[in-house]
């Protein structure tokens, strides 16, 4: 019998062991379970999906396995092993197994384009992808849609919130949900004025300009807004301006090594000033990296994060838990992601592709796409459900269906997009190394939302 570990004590962290992460950044395409040697393979236009009841479907994960974010990849494809398997155990998607293969994007616009061509290009049995990121959603996005592949992004960009793409989804809130978050936590602790200091590439910038909105409209003062060169030596011309400033505390998200070398030097040079990070700071590199530098014990004391909120309890979470519990071979620190909200999320949109399937009984997705929305919400005689088997099981009897899975209520508005709550936490090290992030506070959808129309953004 399993024993639920408590919440408090397995929250997010979005990073594989450093040894597992730098043989993953090694190869372009890493799979979670090996492609079957006989497949197909053919175009996502062309893709051969009218083979043999035996023929094993394909997600592809298009995630960063190499560079500074290089964590996002094993993060999401330990969500996608994790509905892929009870998915199999139920019996398959309208009798085919399914699989998930991680397809590296370089963490880098430019180098995502060829990626993603050749994603398409080769990928067997392609019936859903899991991505793309921020850094390379704007360049990326275009081409799978035009391919006609489903797909869940977790890029928060702005220019997603009202796309017509009409493959895209999201159960992740955007930048714009999260900088608003962390205003409302930022108000919510009495601090009046804020510095920022934020990277300077796509993925960090995305919350900077919610956030400043946000926090002007509850009344509170940005006193100076950086935007940092990533990887410099040193710091102190940036940290001596913020101390100039005069902020209670600082919004920030950088990439742990520069993350690091600047709260080091604020505090050689002043001693702690809070800080407020956001969802991308909560990963075992980050929090590690940071509180090494500046003290465990004073970074316990001084750091918040804000990410997206998880209820981490429930029959849907138990399902997730247990199935990262059993791929424990295959999923390195397994641990890890018990309560990770972007891998709950990735297992969320694979169950859902799968559902939306069943539903239209075809796993071409110019055909199971438009059933997507249809297996999620509240509706006259759905029947409410926690699982792939649950749901599938009802479809197969004639049931409508609302699936309620890790990331609690899913409710797409028209351009694919589900919003949701976040929630404050705090950073406390753990004896066997395991990070716990005990939650503080959450903030409602409807809380975020407010603070957009007076933000107005």
Known sequence: MHVTPPRSMLRASRLLTPVLAAAIAASATVAVLAAPATSARGTAAQLPLAAAAATKLQFAVFNPFSG????????????????????????????????????????????????????????????????????????????????????????????????????????????IDAGLAMALWAKHAGYKKIGLVFGNDVSEQGNVPAMVKGYTALGGKIVINQRVNLDAPSYETEVEAMLAAHPQAIFTEMDPQSAATYFSELRSLHGPIPIIGTG???????????????????????????????????????????????????????????????????????????????????????????????????????????????????????????????????????WHNSPGAFEAVRFVPSRNGQLNLPLITIFSTAQVAALSRKAGV
């Open 68 to 175: 500074g974010e290089a964590a996002y990849g094993p993060e999401k494809l330990a969500g996608c092993q994790a509905a892929a398997t009870l998915i199999d155990k139920a019996g398959g998607v309208n009798g085919h197994q399914v699989y998930c293969k991680g397809y590296d994007d370089r963490d880098d616009p430019v180098d995502a384009v060829p990626a993603a061509r050749q994603m398409l290009a080769t990928a067997s049995n392609l019936v859903g992808v899991i991505g793309p990121t921020s850094d390379s959603g704007a360049a990326t996005a275009p081409i799978i849609n035009a391919a006609h592949v489903t797909f869940f992004s977790d890029s928060g960009e702005k220019a997603l919130n009202r796309t017509h793409f009409r493959y895209f989804w999201r159960i992740v809130p955007p930048d």
């Open 280 to 414: 991308n700071t909560l990963s075992s590199q980050w929090l590690n990296a940071v509180s090494q530098a500046v003290g465990v014990a004073t970074f316990k004391r001084k750091f918040v994060g804000v990410q997206p909120y998880v209820p981490g309890t429930g029959p849907a979470w138990r399902a997730y838990y247990d199935s990262l519990r059993a791929n424990a071979r295959h999923i390195r620190d397994v641990a890890q992601y018990f309560q990770d909200p972007y891998a709950q999320a990735v297992y969320d949109s694979v169950n859902l592709m799968a559902l939306a399937m069943e539903a239209a009984h075809s796993i071409k997705p110019v055909r199971y796409n438009s059933w997507v929305s249809s297996v999620v919400g509240k509706r006259k005689g759905a029947v409410v459900v926690h699982t792939f088997a649950a749901g599938k099981a009802a479809l197969v009897a004639g049931r409508r269906i609302d699936y309620i899975g890790t990331v609690a209520d899913i409710v797409f508005d028209r």
